[in-house]
């Protein structure tokens, strides 16, 4: 069986929720249609004419990128200008461009998760915080038959984390009442009756960015036609997230031995640096994509180095006299994100039973020549 395009795209909303992308980024579909079957998916970090060619050949319907094809609102959409002729040729070909950008960045197990997996770095934390999962109450009325398929159903969404915590929740027997009116099908009693049942109340904790996939599951594996449940806002902080990550090397190394780890991780022949090489390094922060807004953050959580791409000459210069090292790989050291996402959709596929096949594209996007 093959995968929708749209369920495709709710699994990759699943590693990146959209709710967490920065404000006016360009994210979701950017061209094509979400509305058919999916035999191959290509997997990019950029659109170039090139990646399009690889996606025909592949025969895929759709793909997946980190950086938008469509930046500003088109005014016109003429073919005979490059970008023109790109769009095009994905509409000629029937291939849709699905973009997940700083959702991805952000989100757990995205860019920055894997950049800072890349350097073996340790209890990594966000370095920029951009926002906060907000926590709600669930608290659900289950009848006592059920409560073990209910409980399971929501916290196997995800709901019950607290710290290092997971499938947390508070049980509590008790007894419910309800009369069925006219025109309904209840699953216990009758029409007209007053009941009284042996119920459990079920409770947890949920992120708002969970709370309609808890929701979903839970209705779902709930036996009443109406189930009873409450949400309740809770003032708790909730988990934050954000750009880039910052996290600790296992044991110092000197500058010039992270140059040669960062080098050979992400896979680049050449990095920019700043900084005494024999500086001893333990604290890194490392962000994804451009990395000249970063510096102050760096500096706040005490990185002895930032590890971020399109680092300009002011920036480099500010880092200088803060003491701070860079390396600069590149923006293209993103590149990385091509096999984890093709790997986890893959996984995703074939968790759900479906025959899609995804491709991490090899056509390599750096712009840059290094002579
Ligand atoms: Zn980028």
């Known amino acids: 069986m093959l995968a929708k395009g749209q369920t ?26 979400l509305q058919r079957d999916v035999s191959n998916v290509l997997v990019a970090l950029d659109v170039t004419d090139e990646v399009v060619d690889e996606a025909i050949a592949l025969g895929a319907e759709l793909i997946i990128a980190h950086h938008a094809i469509i930046f500003r609102p088109l005014k016109d959409l003429q073919t005979d200008t490059s970008q023109g002729r790109l769009y095009e040729k994905l509409i000629k070909h029937d291939i849709a461009v699905y973009i997940s950008h700083t959702n991805y960045d952000i989100a757990e197990g995205g860019m920055n998760d894997l950049m800072a997996e890349a350097l073996d770095l340790r209890q990594t ?17 289950v009848p006592k038959s059920h409560a073990d398929s209910v409980r399971t159903a929501i916290l196997d969404t995800g709901a019950g984390h607290i710290g290092d915590y997971s499938h947390c929740s508070f049980n509590v027997e008790g007894e419910g009442t309800f009369k069925p009116l006219e025109g309904t099908n209840p ?12 119920e459990v109340r079920i409770e947890t904790i949920i992120p708002s960015s969970i709370k309609s996939r808890v929701l979903r599951a839970m209705l779902k594996a709930h036996p009443y036609e109406e189930a009873a449940y409450d949400l309740y806002p809770v003032s ?31 896979e680049v022949p050449y990095v920019r640096v700043v900084g005494d090489l024999n500086t001893s390094i333990r604290k890194i922060a490392v962000l994804g994509g451009s990395g000249g807004r970063s510096v102050n953050h760096t500096l706040f959580h005490g990185a002895d180095v930032l590890v971020a791409g399109d680092i300009d000459y002011h920036t480099a ?13 590149g923006h293209n050291a ?22 899609t096949v995804f491709h991490a594209s090899h056509i390599a996007t750096e712009p840059f020549q290094f002579m």
């Open 236 to 266: 708790l902080n909730g988990k934050p997230y954000g750009l880039g990550r910052v996290g600790k090397l296992e044991q110092p190394k000197p500058l010039a031995e992270v140059v040669e780890l960062v080098k050979e991780r992400f």
């Open 317 to 329: 210069h500010d880092a200088l006299v803060a003491g701070l090292c860079i390396i600069d790989p």
């Open 8 to 33: 495709i795209t709710q699994w990759m909303e699943k590693l990146a929720p959209k709710s967490v992308a920065m404000p006016d980024d360009r994210i979701g579909l950017q061209l094509g249609s």
């Open 187 to 198: 699953f216990i009693g009758s029409t007209g009756t007053v009941e009284q049942v042996e």
């Open 334 to 355: 993103e590149k990385i994100m091509k096999k984890s996402v093709a790997a986890r959709l893959q996984a995703m596929a074939e968790e759900n039973g479906a025959s």
């Open 125 to 141: 934390k966000v370095l920029w915080k951009t926002g906060e999962d907000k926590l709600e109450k669930l608290v659900v009325f």
